[in-house]
């Protein structure tokens, strides 16, 4: 805590052993904004990615939809049958048979609210709710297909595998993108402090000659660097929030450009972007100083 | 403090000199005379480390100087005040925080105060305190160069002609100044081609002038 407290406050004499780079200042101030605020957005997407494979997995994972024939002399002992099966079935919770309002409502979109639903071979739908322990689907097919002939299960794992793998590859490339920026952050902080280190390189002589020693020399670069990658980085942070702001929310809509963005304790993250950023900047600048200094011995 | 045991020194594949040897004691003297190209600013180098002999051992203060890591040789370098033939500062700092540089990254900048008052009114400073090196003419920054060489109030003194570009008057103030610390006890090197001024100063220190040529360091003070 002490070491953070004094590179912080620093040390007015050595800081002003170094002279001012102007550029060079500029250049890493710019470079740590623009990495922060894409480190922001690529946050926001993976961990809004994850909250949305999260919901679906939670939404569709316990719920199951069987479909019966839409035999309008037998629908209903078919029903009972399947009612039946279900109802005896290890790990359903419940089985409930849609409502005709229910199922309008659910053609109504592609229909048109005046479809006469009666007059129609509508297949009769069972909602399946499973309980904590899951069914097993495989043997529950095998059974209505000996007990209630032509029924379908579809317990959405088609379409919703595939979108959780993707979400969850969304999560994984957002959680990769943060570190390559990390990575571009190391690499132009280092760049920037040789470049400041080479132009310096009379200053290192004197400092020397007087009787400096390393880390006296190193430690007024590292600072410099440091705060200039935090200070960046806070503004970056600022921009890429305020630029989360602009997209239009919508928890409703369940995907996932509609919720790009901070929830909860999520929002912690974007706070931990500024002293990364200057922990980086850190380590990078100090090791760059080091092997300048160990080189121009 | 400063010994150096048969050191030899080469540039380019060319011995400069070998089997050179020197000691600087507490309280010592010397002049360092020579002609140009002989070695003598390699010789003092040599004697501040900052470069490494290729045979022989450099001691500084007791310590094999090749030994040394690069904290250790700053160390010492704050027992030992340097004036350079060509004076280096950083020129976007004061004369007044230039001079104080040793003391500052000592981290005894508090110290500075009253030494830097007055070492600037004897070496003739004290209006130039507030200016940037590049603002001050050849004498000025001799003269700044030896003022803050001795401001720590080092062991050893050691200084390329640092008398080339003042005036004889100033010159005999820069000298005596040396002179007086060299009675506190410290060790002075002086390389320098003024003979005038190795005579100047004959009644008031019991110094040795050494002659480098040829790759040869003898004794040249009954010569003088």
Redesign the interface.
């Known amino acids: 805590m002490k070491a953070v407290l004094d590179l912080i406050i620093g040390d007015p004499h050595a800081d002003r052993a170094v002279p001012p780079t102007g550029l060079t200042a500029r250049l890493t101030v710019f470079a740590a904004c623009v990495m922060a605020f894409l480190a922001v957005i690529a946050l926001a997407l993976s961990l809004s990615a994850g909250r949305v494979a999260d919901r679906w997995a939670d939404d569709l994972a316990q719920s199951a939809t069987l479909r019966l024939p839409a035999d309008p002399a037998q629908a209903d002992a078919l029903l009972l049958s399947a009612l039946e099966v279900l109802q005896t079935t290890p790990g359903v919770a419940s089985a409930r048979a849609l409502s005709p309002q229910e199922q309008q409502a659910l053609l109504e979109p592609w229909f048109g609210p005046d479809l006469p639903l009666d007059t129609l071979p509508i297949p009769q739908l069972v909602e399946v709710i499973a309980d904590d322990t899951g069914y097993d689907a495989a043997g529950l097919r095998a059974r209505l297909s000996g007990q209630v002939p032509g029924a379908v299960l579809d317990d959405h794992s088609n379409w919703r595998e595939p979108l959780l793998a993707a979400a969850s590859r969304v999560r994984l490339i957002g959680w990769c993108v943060i570190l390559l920026i990390g990575a571009v952050v190391a690499a132009m902080i280092t760049l920037a402090a040789q470049a400041s280190l080479n132009a310096n390189a009379q200053v290192i002589r004197v400092l020397r000659l007087v009787g400096a020693r390393d880390v006296y020399i190193a430690r007024a670069f590292v600072r410099r660097f440091t705060l200039r990658a935090g200070l960046g980085a806070v503004g970056g942070v600022i921009l890429g929030l305020l630029a989360l702001q602009l997209i239009p929310q919508d928890e409703d809509v369940g995907g996932l450009l509609t919720n790009i963005g901070f929830q909860g304790a999520g929002w912690l993250w974007p706070l931990v972007i500024p002293p990364l950023s200057a922990i980086v900047a850190f380590v990078a600048t100090r090791a760059a100083a080091f092997a300048r200094l160990k080189e121009q011995t | 403090m400063i010994e150096l045991d048969k050191v030899s020194y080469g540039y380019g594949g060319t011995a400069l000199f070998s089997q050179l040897s020197l000691s600087l004691a507490p309280g010592s003297f010397h002049f360092l005379t020579g002609p140009s190209g002989a070695g003598k600013t390699t010789l003092l180098r040599l004697c501040y480390a900052?470069l490494l002999a290729m045979g022989g051992q450099v001691r500084l203060f007791g310590q094999d100087a090749a030994q040394l890591d690069?904290?250790a040789v700053?160390?010492?370098?704050?027992r030992i005040g340097?004036v350079?033939q060509d004076c280096?500062?950083?020129?976007?700092?004061s004369v007044a925080?230039n001079i104080a540089?040793?003391l500052?990254?000592?981290n005894r900048?508090n110290e500075a105060a009253g030494n830097l008052e007055e070492l600037l009114t004897w070496v003739g400073l004290g209006p130039q305190a507030g200016q940037l090196p590049p603002e001050l003419s050849g004498g000025e920054r001799q003269r700044a160069a030896l003022a803050?060489a001795v401001i720590?109030s080092p062991d050893v003194i050691i200084a390329d002609e640092p008398t080339g570009n003042v005036d004889w008057d100033m010159a005999q103030r820069l000298l005596t100044l040396l002179v007086e610390l060299n009675k506190m006890g410290k060790a002075v090197l002086i390389a320098t081609h003024d003979m005038n001024m190795i005579r100047s100063l004959k009644s008031d220190v019991q110094a040795s002038v050494l002659r480098l040529k040829d790759g040869q360091l003898t004794q040249a003070g009954a010569a003088l």
């Open positions: 900052d690069r904290d700053a160390l010492a370098r704050r340097v350079h280096q500062f950083l020129d976007h700092l925080e540089l040793p500052t990254v000592a900048a803050r720590m």
